[in-house]
């Protein structure tokens, strides 16, 4: 015969003070156990015993590996990302130079960009084998508008350079070179990026255009 | 007598119930993705949430089960289960809405408490120890408040879209009545076939006892969780 439901609100039959006492330091006990042995290490990293650790439990708490997380853009005064249409081409051009003192010792070497596309390259010459004579410009030149502006990026000696470009306006950009050395020399450009090559006439052409209206400033912003 | 089937079934319960991996639990992985990212009303998707959250919360199941343990008449259960759900709507409304700032180890802890709390009380605890019986018309809502602190802390640990706010929250709050419902459901079909049995007595003292732990472990978990948040 299954006892007669007692209405109180609690067990039948509660246990006595004494027998409580005892569950209840039983219920503590086996608590804290189960908290400090098994809980603790595995969900918060706490580790009171070692025994997180010597069983490995500790390593649950772990953090989650590195989310990616969305930042605002440095303030560098330049956008970081360009998106352009498909006209992206690669070119590698050997640029062949007289020797210094002949009348193919220099030249003007370019592409068109418009204003915000870029471009990477890297350079070197060949048959120069001293820093000091070989002498180059990277520089943009605008459309006349009216007048023609004139930003030189770097202009010193040297036997290579790698770097980016970004246009800023509309015109032609590139290269001044000038073999200072006593042989001949050879130039090799890599490009890749969002430009317009240029042919030799080009190149001049836009250079006589330029000579009477060219203007030296700070690039237009 | 009950068939054997039912009787593995109704000792399988606790021990179901407290290997549960939703310890006092929040919402996560899809479902927070989903919660943060949902805006304008979706009724039926906050309902299920809701309803989720307290199926597999161990903690709000084993509250429930403290209360409804020696309750034997419909009537009141009906009644006790109601207050609890008044008390944690109030909190888990409010909270949200009147953003509430509660710390949610802290009201964790307090559940922790609350389950504990239950436990004891089933034990005839208060009355053996101290000579007093609480009166658990004022407990069960009391402790009802924590228990809706608790939900809310969840649901601002989102970040909660404000379009559609009040629509999504009354959803996941009728969602949690509902999913208590089908807890509640469950528990007093397996209780009351256990109750006809001869070893009810003895072993719903162990169950009790069982339960107790379960709110000390809970309280400990919790409050580890505040002080290592608050180091970090």
């Known amino acids: 015969m299954a006892p007669e439901p007692s209405s109180e609100g609690h067990v039948p039959h509660p246990p006595s ?31 009171l015993t070692g025994f997180g650790r010597a069983t490995g439990l500790v390593k649950l708490a772990a953090p989650p590996a590195p989310q990616e997380v969305k930042v605002e853009a440095p303030k560098t005064g330049a956008p970081l ?16 130079l007289g020797s210094g003192d002949g009348p193919n010792g220099e030249l ?39 007048k023609v502006e004139v930003i030189s990026h770097e202009a010193r000696t040297g036997l290579s350079g790698h770097g980016a470009l970004v246009a800023p306006f509309d015109g032609i950009h590139g290269w001044y070179l000038q073999n200072q050395s006593v042989g001949p020399a050879v130039v090799h450009i890599k490009l890749a990026g969002f430009y317009e090559k240029m042919t030799p006439a080009d190149v001049r052409k836009a250079a006589e255009e330029a000579a009477a209206q060219t203007e030296f400033g700070p690039p237009k912003t | 007598m009950i068939p054997p089937r039912l009787r593995r079934l109704t000792a399988g319960l606790l021990p179901a119930l407290i290997a549960s991996p939703a310890l006092a639990h929040g919402l996560a992985g899809k479902d927070a993705v989903y919660v943060t990212q949902a805006a304008g009303a979706h009724p039926v998707p906050f309902l299920y949430l809701g309803a989720k959250h307290m199926v597999t919360g161990i903690d709000h199941l084993l509250f429930i ?32 809405l ?43 809502p009391l402790f009802g408040l924590a228990h809706g602190f608790g939900l809310a802390t969840k649901l601002q640990a989102l970040q909660l879209s404000p379009k559609g706010l009040v629509a999504n929250l009354v959803s996941f709050n009728v969602g949690v009545e509902l999913g208590q419902l089908l807890a509640l459901a469950a528990m007093l079909g397996v209780i009351v076939l256990w109750r006809r049995t001869r070893w009810f007595g003895p072993t719903a003292v162990l169950a009790n006892l069982l339960i107790l732990t379960a709110g000390l472990v809970l309280i400990q978990y919790q409050l580890a969780g505040y002080f290592t948040q608050a180091g970090a």
């Open chain 2, 65 to 96: 089960l403290g209360i409804i343990f020696f309750l034997y008449r419909l009537r009141h259960v009906a009644l006790y289960v109601t207050m609890f759900s008044i008390g944690h709507s109030i909190t888990l409304l409010a909270g949200v």
């Open chain 1, 81 to 96: 990302h360009h998106a352009y249409g498909t006209d992206f081409r690669t070119d590698e051009i050997d640029i062949p």
């Open chain 1, 108 to 146: 003007e070497w370019k592409v068109k960009m418009k204003p915000g596309a870029t471009l990477v390259y890297s350079w070197s010459v060949s048959g120069v084998t001293n820093p000091e004579e070989f002498y180059y410009d990277l520089h943009s030149q605008s459309a006349p508008m009216p």
């Open chain 2, 98 to 140: 009147m953003n509430l700032k509660v710390d949610p180890f802290l009201v964790d802890a307090l559940i922790g408490l609350s389950v504990a709390y239950k436990a004891l009380d089933n034990l005839g605890g208060f009355r053996t120890l101290f000579g007093v019986q609480p009166d658990n018309r004022i407990a069960v």
């Open chain 1, 17 to 47: 003070r004494r027998r409580l006492l005892w569950q209840l330091a039983g219920a503590a006990a086996a608590a804290a156990a189960i908290a400090v042995l098994f809980v603790l290490p595995a969900e918060r990293g706490v580790d």
